[in-house]
């Protein structure tokens, strides 16, 4: 058994303490959000945030987050995360999602890096390449991915 805090709330997971974050998540506690994409941190359909930082779901095990802090995708879209609102909002403005299975590891990354950087900071391009590395999008929407990471930057000044 682990306790686990996601979203806020706390969980008990009845599985092995190596069992990765992504599958605790999806098949013990129904938050389907976040995606298995590749199964080796590759491609960052998995990221969750922990502790606030950025991680792969997929090769991360539930034994790193006991004590921690868990947030998924679902907890962006509740309006609660002002930064994860605007990066919603940003996504939406900028047409970003096409297949949409990146997603929900494209803004928990890009929330994230949001989140890094001194209130009212404008990003560079090659600042917001350089946060987003390791996020795979097939269909190559990384030109909106980057405008609208942008904008919420600049919404959030």
Same mark, same amino acid.
């Given at each position: 058994m682990s306790a686990l805090h996601v979203n806020g709330r706390e969980h008990t997971v009845d599985a092995d303490p190596g069992t990765p974050i992504l599958w605790a998540?999806?098949?013990t506690l129904g938050m389907t959000g976040t995606k298995f994409g590749c199964g080796a941190a590759l491609c960052g359909a998995c990221?969750?945030?922990l502790d &606030?930082?950025?991680i792969r779901s997929c090769i991360t095990p539930i034994s790193a987050?006991?004590?921690k802090k868990i947030t998924t995708i679902?907890?962006?879209t509740d309006g609660s995360d002002r930064v994860g609102a605007a990066v919603h909002a940003a996504w939406v403005r900028h047409d970003v999602a096409q297949c949409g299975y990146c997603q929900s590891g494209q803004i928990m990354s890009a929330t994230a890096f949001l989140k890094s950087l001194p209130?009212?900071?404008q990003p560079s391009a090659d600042?917001? &390449?350089s946060a987003m590395v390791g996020n795979i999008c097939r269909c190559g929407t990384y030109a909106r991915i980057r405008a609208a990471v942008a904008d919420a930057a600049k919404t959030l000044a």
């Open positions: 998540l999806r098949d990221t969750v945030h &606030d930082q950025a987050a006991e004590g679902e907890a962006t209130r009212g900071k600042e917001i &390449d």
